[in-house]
Each structure stands twice: as C-alpha cells, then as structure tokens.
C-alpha cells in the first residue's frame, strides 16, 4: 500500500539517487551488477538493490512503499 509519507529515492549507504543510478545505467545501457560496480550502490547493506531493480526495469525513481524482494 503506498504510503505518500514514505520517500525512497536512494541507495543511502551511498548516497546515489535512483533518478541518478538510472541516468547512469540507461546512458551506457549498464546491467545491475556493472552499476554496482561503477555507482557503489547495492554494496553496502544491500536495502536498496530491490528498488534498483523495479528502477531500472519500469524507470521509477521515488518509492512510496517498502520493497523487499
Ligand atoms: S542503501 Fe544501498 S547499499 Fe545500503
């Protein structure tokens, strides 16, 4: 259920912005694990790589929900 309260829109170990991770990835058309590689993010606590994910899958960028898988 969103909660309009709640606003996901970064990898906070290292402070990237999906808006930024995605710039980042669609200019050089780059799989998850090469962002990673690149950005950092996905490397810390990991929280954010489900949301990395629907973000490059459907170019959202601000989360309104907890994401888990
Ligand atoms: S929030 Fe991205 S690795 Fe922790």
Do not use: N
Request: hydrophobic share 35%; proline share 3%.
């Amino acid at each position: 259920m969103p909660d309009q309260q709640l606003r996901i829109d970064r990898c906070v170990c290292h402070d990237v912005t999906f808006e930024r991770a995605l710039e980042v990835a669609k200019g050089r058309s780059l799989s998850l694990d090469q962002l990673a590689d690149e950005l950092g993010c996905t490397t810390g606590c990991g929280s954010c790589e489900p949301y990395l994910r629907r973000c490059l899958a459907t170019g959202q960028v601000v989360f309104h929900e907890i994401i888990e898988d």
